[in-house]
């Protein structure tokens, strides 16, 4: 089983920096991606950053050129530096990490969730 631990989130003020962290670990045999995504109040969750496969990047256009995602392999940790924050960045953000198992299943996993609020 694999487990998702992430670290991180917080309060900090308009234009103001923050970094979340999710380390993996459990037996992973294949990943396929990994990546964060957030979830406002009474909303779907969505997209922030993610690696794919082929280690290529996707952002969400709000966060383009404010937040990047990176990633430690050796550690099984993937990272959200987010800078020049915003009160409309204020939601709770959830590591996401999907794999595929020995017999070619996907299957994905969430992290518990960081609050990260934006306010002065």
């Not at 290529?56 to 392999?73: E, Q």
């Amino acid at each position: 089983q694999v487990q998702l631990v992430e670290s991180g989130g917080g309060l900090v003020q308009p234009g103001g920096s923050l970094r979340l962290s999710c380390a993996a670990s459990g037996s992973i045999f294949r990943l396929n991606a990994m990546g964060w995504y957030r979830q406002f109040p009474g909303k779907q969750r969505e997209l922030v950053a993610t690696f794919n496969s082929a280690s290529s990047t996707n952002y969400a256009a709000s966060v383009k050129g404010r937040f990047t995602i990176s990633r430690d392999n050796a550690k099984n940790t993937v990272y959200l530096q987010m800078n020049s924050l915003k009160p409309e960045d204020t939601a709770v953000y959830y590591c996401y990490l999907g794999t595929v198992n020995e017999l070619g299943y996907s299957v994905g996993y969430w992290g518990q969730g960081t609050q990260v609020t934006v306010s002065s």
